[in-house]
């Protein structure tokens, strides 16, 4: 017969600070057995974006079983979701997907004019981004913030972000627009469109080139 369990994901408040070591072994425990880079956090750091409401928090009565935490760089022109975590108990359910759109909807709640972007070599990552509406750039589209880079340094491919200048690295660079980006975009725009004939034909082929694809 199938169990059902109760899940609660929430925003996290000063009561959660509890999990924050919790928290720290989940993720290193899961860098450590995927071999790859995984930017290490500070206890007393994630216990700060619990008590501050930065942070999403998924628990299965006491137990914390999933996590995520929102940061600004680059003068809040920028946000990330970071740290996403899931139980290895209780994956492949679709809880991540859950977690990180509500930490997406934190994040932009908070920080209406920023920008989210996330950097992975995660394809779970990846997927759940792309639903959410990122879509990959590169580097040069994210924040230049020290402070985000910084974050890469206990990676240990930090040496290949080093060695190409910050350009590129083995994540993938992914960027959704902010807020007001979003709901700027839902204006009908249609009475805008330049129709073919009008205009000074500015970015239009000559005539005697023919695409084929
Ligand atoms: C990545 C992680 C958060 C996914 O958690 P999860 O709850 O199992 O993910 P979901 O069930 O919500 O799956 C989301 C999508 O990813 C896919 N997916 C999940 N795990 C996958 C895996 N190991 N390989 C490939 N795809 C995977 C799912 O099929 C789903 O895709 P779909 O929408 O096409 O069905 C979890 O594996 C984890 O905590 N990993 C360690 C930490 C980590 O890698 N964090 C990301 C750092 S950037």
Redesign the pocket.
């Known amino acids: 017969m199938e169990q059902v369990i109760d899940i609660k994901i929430v925003i996290a408040g000063k009561g959660h600070a509890v999990h924050a070591q919790a928290i720290v072994d989940l993720?290193e425990e899961?860098?450590r057995v995927?071999g790859t880079g995984?930017a290490k956090r500070d206890p007393n750091y994630i216990k700060k974006k619990l008590e501050t409401g930065h942070s999403v928090v998924a628990l299965h009565g006491e137990r914390l079983i999933?996590f995520c935490y929102v940061e600004t760089y680059s003068h809040q022109r920028y946000v990330s979701n970071s740290g996403?975590?899931?139980d290895p108990d209780?994956?492949?359910?679709?809880?991540?997907?859950?977690i990180k759109r509500a930490a997406f909807d934190l994040a932009r709640d908070l920080y209406p004019e920023a920008r989210v972007f996330?950097i992975?070599?995660?394809?779970?990552?990846m997927?759940?981004n792309t639903?959410l509406g990122y879509v990959p750039v590169t580097f040069s589209e994210l924040t230049q913030d020290e402070e985000f880079w910084r974050g890469c340094s206990s990676c240990p491919n930090y040496e290949i972000l080093q060695s190409k200048n910050r350009k590129m690295c083995l994540c993938t660079g992914m960027l959704a627009p902010s807020k007001v980006e979003e709901e700027a975009m839902k204006y009908d725009l249609t009475h805008q469109i330049v129709t073919a004939g009008g205009g000074s034909g500015f970015g239009r082929a000559p005539k005697h080139i023919k695409f084929r694809y």
């Open positions: 993720i899961s860098a995927r995984i999933g996403l975590i899931v209780y994956r492949h359910h679709g809880l991540a997907k859950k996330g992975t070599t995660s394809l779970p990552v997927k759940i639903e």
